[in-house]
């Protein structure tokens, strides 16, 4: 499918999304999918690429039981860990809001996720035009932005403070927005930079 340009002024995007589009002055977005789905509330995915085993585990489970609860979750899902993220919640019936970090023209998704494109369930989004067509540090901080300002609220499953996922936290926790993570000793900093321990069963 080919992306659509959607503008800032368009009457069809979610007061989400517009919300953090305007928090990064982007004019237009690209989107491939049904932008209704945005008008959930939506929690945001976003974690470090390393990542302790046990937080592994417990974000797996937690993906799992927000899959079943029917909550709707946006991120990048481009490293190993969040392309199983991404795997597990497409086996669900929510929506499920891909946020990539380069342009969505010649973006390649397997065919589960195709099929929950086609079906309405999965949609596409990007900051970045036809000339973006490799993801860098830059552009994956660009992307993150997008989805923390967007999101009603953020999951942090792991973020060490000289990693690019720590800026998001206290930007976040300054605009009223909750951050969530979870209860392990790798997770001390986050816990003292005042995240909260994600709820089970957790509602937006």
């Known amino acids: 499918m080919t992306p659509r340009t959607v503008d800032l002024t368009a009457d069809e995007l979610p007061a989400n999304l517009r919300a953090g589009m305007n928090a990064l002055s982007l004019m237009c977005v690209y989107a491939i999918g049904d932008l209704s789905v945005l008008h959930a509330r939506v929690l945001g995915l976003i974690c470090s690429i390393q990542c302790p085993g ?6 797996f489970d937690a993906i799992r039981a927000l899959r079943d609860d029917g909550v709707v979750v946006m991120g990048g899902f481009h490293s ?8 597990i ?4 019936d929510q929506p499920v809001v891909l946020c990539a970090a380069r342009s969505l023209h010649g973006l390649r998704i397997g065919q589960q ?14 900051p970045f035009d036809r000339g973006v067509s490799r993801t860098n540090r830059a552009n994956a901080m660009m992307r993150n932005e997008l989805v923390a300002a967007t999101a009603d609220a953020m ?3 792991h973020a060490s ?10 930007a976040a926790i300054d605009r009223g927005q909750r951050v969530f993570t979870f209860e392990d000793a790798e997770n001390l900093p986050l816990l003292q930079a005042g995240v909260e ?3 089970v069963p957790f509602t937006l």
């Open 161 to 170: 403070p000289s990693g690019k996922s720590w800026s998001i936290i206290p």
């Open 89 to 92: 919640l497409l086996r669900g």
């Open 54 to 59: 046990s937080i592994v585990i417990k974000t």
């Open 80 to 87: 190993p860990m969040e392309r199983e993220c991404l795997d």
């Open 113 to 126: 996720a195709r099929q929950a494109l086609e079906t309405g369930k999965l949609l596409l989004i990007s």
């Open 155 to 157: 999951l942090i499953p």
């Open 197 to 199: 321990t994600l709820p």
